[in-house]
C-alpha cells in the first residue's frame, strides 16, 4: 500500500521539482528588499562609538614615541598643506577625503599594527575612526584632543602653581622632559643645550603586508 | 562571509587542492550519468535525448537561485564573484566553432576528457582534434589576435547590459527553463525511440 502510494507520487516528480523550483524563484522576486550594509552590524558601530576605548591621551603617545615603541603607526588626516607645515614624527597623511582609496587601505585595514588617527581636534579623526571602524577594521585609535592638546600638554605643557597636589608636579616634570625629547629648549638649560648635538629620531620605514584580497579569477 | 577564497576565510594556496577536488566530483558525476556517451549528447541535437539540456538548465538554474538567496541572507557577495569577460566577436565566433565540433563530435571538451577516462577510442580522437586546433590557433595567434582581444565589454552580466532586476531575470530563466523542458519532453515523445 504504502509503496504504491510512494509510487504514485513519484509520477509527478517532475512536476514537483519544477514547481520547487518556481516557487524558490518567485519567492526572490517577493523577497522584501533592504539595503545592505557593508561591514559591522550599526549596533556593534553603536555600541564602539559610545565606549571610550577608542581615545589615547597625548602623554600615552608622548611615552610611546620616547620610547620608539614600534607597534603603531600615526596617520594624520588632516590635509596636505597642513601636514606639511607640521606633524606629528613617522606620521604618515591620508587626509580625510583620500581615507577609503585603495592605498590606504593598506594601513587602515591590517592587523600588524595599532593605528593612532590623529587631526587638529579629534573631530576629524573622529570621523575617520567611525567610517573605518564601520568596515571593520580592527586597532584604530585616536589621538584625543589631537594635536591642539598635544601643544599644550606635550609641546608648552602649563607650569602647575604651587598649592597643587604632587602628581600634578611629577606630570610636568614628566611631560617637560617629554617636551625636550621632542626638541623645546628651556631657558635653564640653554647652556648645555648648546654642545649637544640635536639627535633627530630616525625616519621610521613603515612596511605594511597588504591583506591579501583578490578578485576572484578563472572561469570555466 | 563568502566567496571564501577571495575573502581569506579559506587560505589562498588551497584552491588548487579544492579545484581537483571538485574536478573529480565534477567528473564522477558526469560518468555516472552516461555524459561520457557521445550519442547521448549528440541527442539533444536530435531530438532522441535531451539529458544535457536538462541537467544544464537545472545546474545552472539551482546555482544561480542558490547564489541569490545566499546573497540575500548575507553569506555571500554576489558583486565579488568571478564574472567572466565578454569578448562579443570572439565568443559568438568561437561558441559556433564549438556548437559545429559538438554536433559533429559528439563531446564538450569536458565530456570528452571524461570519455577518454573510460577508455572511449572516438573520445581519444576527439581529444588530439583539440590539441590540433590548440596548436593552430597558437600558430596563427597574430592572425586571430583582433578578434580575440578585440570588440572588449568587460565583466558585464545580463543585469548590467540589459538593466533588468537580477531578481525577476532569474524568476523568467526559470519559466523559460520549465517550458523547455515541456517542449522537449513533448519532441522527444514524438520521435522514434532510439537505443544506444
Not at chain 1, 597625548?58 to 596636505?80: A, C, G, H, M, Q
Not at chain 1, 606620521?91 to 588617527?117: G, H, M, T, W
Not at chain 1, 602628581?167 to 638649560?189: C, I, N
Request: hydrophobic residues 45%; charged residues 20%.
Amino acid at each position: 500500500m504504502v509503496k504504491n502510494k510512494i509510487a504514485k507520487v513519484l509520477n509527478f516528480r517532475y512536476i514537483i521539482l519544477a514547481a520547487i523550483l518556481i516557487l524558490l524563484a518567485g519567492g526572490l522576486v517577493l523577497l522584501p528588499k533592504y539595503q545592505k550594509h557593508e561591514g559591522i552590524k550599526p549596533q556593534e558601530l553603536l555600541s564602539n562609538v559610545i565606549s571610550s576605548e577608542r581615545y589615547i591621551t597625548t602623554d600615552k603617545l608622548s611615552e610611546k614615541l620616547i620610547y620608539r615603541d614600534p607597534s603603531f603607526i600615526l596617520i594624520d588626516v588632516r590635509d596636505e598643506k597642513s601636514y606639511e607645515n607640521y606633524s606629528l614624527p613617522n606620521a604618515i597623511n591620508i587626509p580625510l577625503e583620500k581615507l577609503l582609496d585603495e592605498d590606504s587601505r593598506a594601513y587602515l585595514n591590517q592587523s600588524q599594527f595599532d593605528v593612532v588617527l590623529f587631526s587638529n581636534d579629534h573631530f576629524y579623526a573622529d570621523q575617520a575612526w567611525i567610517l573605518c571602524d564601520r568596515l571593520g577594521f580592527k586597532n584604530i585609535r585616536v589621538l584625543k584632543g589631537g594635536l591642539n592638546l598635544w601643544f599644550t600638554t606635550i609641546i608648552n605643557p602649563e607650569e602647575p602653581s604651587q598649592s597643587m597636589p604632587a602628581e600634578e608636579f611629577d606630570l610636568y616634570s614628566t611631560r617637560k622632559a617629554a617636551s625636550m625629547y621632542f626638541g623645546v629648549v628651556y631657558p635653564e638649560q640653554a647652556q648645555m643645550v648648546e654642545s649637544e648635538t640635536k639627535i633627530e629620531a630616525p625616519k621610521r620605514v613603515i612596511t605594511v603586508q597588504k591583506k591579501k584580497k583578490r578578485a576572484a579569477e578563472g572561469g570555466c | 562571509m563568502g566567496p571564501l577564497i577571495p575573502n581569506g576565510v579559506i587560505p589562498v594556496e588551497w584552491d588548487s587542492i579544492i579545484a581537483i577536488l571538485i574536478g573529480i566530483a565534477f567528473g564522477f558525476v558526469l560518468e555516472a550519468s552516461g555524459f561520457s556517451s557521445s550519442r547521448k549528447l549528440a541527442g539533444v541535437f536530435y531530438g532522441y535525448d535531451f539529458a544535457v539540456l536538462k541537467v544544464f538548465f537545472t545546474a545552472a538554474l539551482v546555482a544561480v537561485i542558490g547564489v541569490y538567496y545566499m546573497d540575500y541572507l548575507g553569506y555571500l557577495d554576489v558583486s565579488q564573484l568571478y564574472v567572466h569577460p565578454t569578448y562579443l566577436w570572439g565568443a559568438i565566433i568561437g561558441g559556433v566553432i564549438m556548437g559545429v565540433g559538438f554536433v559533429a563530435g559528439g563531446f564538450c571538451p569536458g565530456t570528452s576528457l571524461c570519455a577518454v577516462a573510460i577508455g572511449k577510442i572516438d573520445a581519444m580522437v576527439y581529444v588530439g582534434g583539440i590539441m590540433v586546433g590548440v596548436l593552430i590557433f597558437s600558430e596563427l595567434y597574430t592572425f586571430f589576435e583582433p578578434i580575440y582581444e578585440g570588440y572588449f565589454y568587460g565583466n558585464i552580466t545580463l543585469e548590467d547590459s540589459l538593466g533588468i532586476n537580477p531578481y525577476w531575470f532569474v524568476f523568467i530563466f526559470s519559466i523559460i527553463a520549465i517550458v523547455a523542458f515541456v517542449i522537449s519532453d513533448m519532441v522527444s515523445k514524438k520521435q522514434k525511440k532510439i537505443f544506444y
